[in-house]
Nanobody, 122 residues
Framework: QVTLVESGGGVVEDGGSLRLSCAASGRPYSRTVMGWFRQAPGKGREFVALIRARGTSQLYADSVKGRFTISRDNPKNIMYLQMNSLKAEDTALYYC???????????????WGQGTQVTVAS
């Protein structure tokens, strides 16, 4: 049984920072592509960032490039999303997910966490 559990969400002021964590268990963590997605109220879920198994390359949505940093600690089976210079439009439920493909296509991500809420107060 594979599980992903997100944590680290909360309420932060505009311009502030948060670090999200995604803990994985149940399968060989090191051979996957992992990604972060988010869903704002009234909107569809969108891609945020992804990282290869060995952390050798990352991909970011244009809206977060230069502000967010994705990383992973394979020995600990944890992925992180460091979010700096947060804006009101970053308010959303953030999900981590697992894919065998290096892609932003959500349909290829077959394991999802429950999400952690990030609220940026302007």
């Amino acid at each position: 049984q594979v599980t992903l559990v997100e944590s680290g969400g909360g309420v932060v002021e505009d311009g502030g920072s948060l670090r999200l964590s995604c803990a994985a268990s149940g399968r060989p963590y090191s051979r996957t592509v992992m990604g972060w997605f988010r869903q704002a109220p009234g909107k569809g879920r969108e891609f945020v960032a992804l990282i290869r198994a060995r952390g050798t390359s990352q991909l970011y949505a244009d809206s977060v490039k230069g502000r967010f940093t994705i990383s992973r600690d394979n020995p600990k089976n944890i992925m992180y999303l460091q979010m700096n210079s947060l804006k009101a439009e970053d308010t959303a439920l953030y999900y981590c997910a697992w894919s065998e493909q290096y892609t932003t296509d959500q349909s290829t991500y077959d394991i999802w966490g429950q999400g952690t809420q990030v609220t940026v107060a302007s």
